[in-house]
């Protein structure tokens, strides 16, 4: 999280990674990059050649009814706690679950289970099941809810993409943001947003639109193994190959916009984690003033926002730059959204990069604060005095980890992009033509990732 | 070439433009702030050396050189008026080396150093001293707890 946390959550970061290894990893990315080039345009296979196959048992178990309501009652009884917490419970950001159970347990923590095994956020999101729930109330009482307006399909997932940036600004750009009481304002915000759409909009098209969270795990849950499809309006559950998930393209409107909030939000972390960053701030800082702390954290928000809003700029930009040129040398064949998922596997490593090591030093505070979420004293589990090991991970290991993660993260989208340039362009001359100026992309992107957790 | 597509190589040469101003601004401070911290390190080793320079002058047989006693990093940050006075903000140090971190101050609060989870009491006069074996690698956050003051950031370096 950003500086300057007056209590925030963490205190704690990753040594730069060295040059060395900063240098060791872009050639890495080089001559990987090339053999991906020599090796890869033959036919779309993820699209066509590697079909999945069903679980029926699997499937049967996942959609009973007693699962879903376990689940989504898990999800709203979650929900409450931190709520509460937030509102109610200790206003040291150290001693309450609140921030570190939304910033790790909940955006970090769900990452990993929904990469490895699939997207479960539907099942426990609290304000589906809240929703649902009512609906369902609502219809044995015989009041039957008919959303009054209907979803210009037009806008696509622009809605989710502003509150995904909402999001990144509150986690990121805003200094106060593990304050319980702010972060109480924050969840209590956005609640009312995502209620008052799906009442307006009805429940499933403002989830597929304008929930952020439901957008964000959708679109990382396309690496996952397990997949929900829809099949005569049924629910299927699939098991897919990896990567297979990525195939196509992602038409909706809004969508470069959504994956330029994924990729720029994290850009913009590496960035303010620096301490030529933190200098910055602390001199905007200076310059108001010690004793007015409401207007200088005012200031150091608005600065933030600004390189924030940038970065996500600078990565679309880069984005629409490169598939404008890739539609020139295939002579038109190519669109936007033709190479958006290739950028998932990116967004998926560098939020490993980046997070990683916070998650397992901070989840490890979530184990001791889930006995005393509100900080008044409790031991639910035993756990409240647990001492988190911050020796956990040398900085060898987080160094690999990042490096690593980020030269995978490249060649995983290269492999993604030729199979679409395969499958959509014609002739595979102009298709593998078109490929240059995605290569030069994902380098840029790698290295730009890398070079950020480079800086001091 | 489109409307669009001239817009977009636009907005992509602004960008690279801002980028560059990124890599050369921070190629500038970065030397700074090793020069500033670098002299933080080195007068405190001095003062331990000439300390023990002055111990082994007194005695008469000279003893076979020992390795050096690897004395304590010594650091210092001082507050007045609610802020830190001069620019030290990374303190530098290798992993395994005792440190000592010395804060000064004109106001009462505590002193909280991040990740090893240190606290001591600072008030007008009585500075807050806080003596540990660097053991952890990494960057942790050293401030004035109530006020939550950022005092420095203490880099231990494997």
């Known amino acids: ?456 | 070439m489109s409307g669009r597509g001239r817009a977009v190589v636009a907005i992509g040469a602004v960008a690279a433009v801002v980028v560059l101003f990124f890599v050369f601004r921070s190629g500038g401070d970065e030397s700074d702030e090793a020069t500033t911290t670098e002299a933080v390190t080195t007068t405190a080793t001095t003062t331990t050396t000439t300390e023990t320079v002055s111990t082994t002058t007194g005695e008469t047989e000279p003893p076979p050189p020992p390795p050096p006693p690897a004395g304590p990093v010594r650091a210092r940050i001082t507050v007045r008026g609610g802020e830190v006075v001069g620019d030290r903000r990374l303190l530098k140090v290798e992993q395994g080396k005792q440190f000592v971190l010395i804060v000064n101050a004109d106001v009462s609060d505590h002193v909280h150093l991040h990740g090893y989870d240190l606290m001591a009491d600072v008030a007008p006069g009585k500075p807050a001293r806080i003596r540990f074996e660097a053991s952890i690698a990494g960057r942790f956050e050293i401030e004035l707890e109530d006020r939550g003051l950022l005092l420095g950031q203490l880099e231990v370096r494997p």
């Open chain 1, 1 to 456: 999280l950003t500086y300057p946390l007056a209590h925030g959550i963490g205190g704690i970061k990753d040594l730069p990674v060295p040059a060395w290894l900063f240098f060791y990893g872009a050639a890495a990315v080089l001559i990987l990059s090339f053999a991906a080039l020599a090796a890869l345009w033959r036919d779309p296979l993820l699209k066509h050649g590697l079909p999945g196959r069903e679980v029926p048992f699997l499937e049967r178990l996942v959609f009973s009814a007693p699962v879903r309501i376990l689940f989504g009652a898990i999800g709203v009884a979650l929900f409450a706690v931190v709520f509460a917490a937030a509102l109610v419970g200790d206003a040291d950001s150290g001693a309450n679950l609140a921030p570190t159970f939304v910033y790790v347990v909940f955006w970090l923590g769900l990452v990993p289970i929904v990469v490895l095994i699939g997207n479960v956020w539907p099942a426990v999101n609290p304000w589906r099941a809240v929703a649902r729930a009512a609906g369902r109330l609502g219809e044995r009482a015989g009041v039957r809810w008919e959303p009054p307006l209907e979803y210009p399909e037009r806008f696509g997932r622009l809605p989710a993409a502003v509150l995904l940036f909402a999001w990144a600004a509150l986690e990121l750009a805003y200094p106060n943001s593990a304050n319980p009481r702010h972060l109480a304002i924050a969840i209590a915000l956005y609640s009312l947003v995502t209620w008052f759409g799906m009442l307006a909009f009805g429940t499933e098209p403002w989830l597929r639109s304008g929930e952020a969270f439901s957008a964000y795990f959708d679109l990382l849950g396309r690496l996952a193994p397990f997949a929900v499809e829809e099949e005569d309006g049924r629910k299927r559950l699939r098991l897919r190959v990896p990567l297979t998930g990525l195939a196509g393209a992602e038409a909706r409107a809004g969508s470069v916009a959504f994956v330029a909030v994924m990729l720029g939000s994290v850009a913009f972390d590496g960035l303010s984690r620096s301490t030529w960053w933190t200098d910055r701030v602390l001199s905007v800082r200076d310059s108001i003033g010690a004793d007015r702390t409401a207007l200088a954290d005012l200031a150091v928000t608005g600065f933030n926002l600004l390189a924030l809003g940038g970065m996500v700029a600078l990565v679309a930009a880069a984005y629409l730059v490169a598939v404008d040129a890739a539609r020139s040398a295939a002579r038109g064949q190519l669109r936007p959204e033709d190479f958006l998922r290739s950028l998932l596997p990116i967004a998926l490593v560098y939020v490993v990069a980046h997070y990683f090591s916070f998650f397992v030093n901070q989840g490890q505070v979530a184990w001791r604060l889930a006995s005393d979420p509100f900080g008044n004293g409790w031991d639910l589990f035993g756990t409240a005095d647990y001492q988190p090991r911050y020796d956990l991970l040398t900085p060898n290991v987080v160094w690999y980890a990042q490096v690593g993660a980020l030269v995978v993260g490249h060649v995983l989208g290269l492999v993604v992009a030729h199979d679409r340039a395969v499958d959509v362009v014609r002739s595979r001359r102009l298709a593998a033509k078109s490929q240059y100026p995605l290569l030069a992309l994902m380098v840029v992107y790698t290295l730009g990732g890398m070079w950020l957790l480079s800086r001091g």
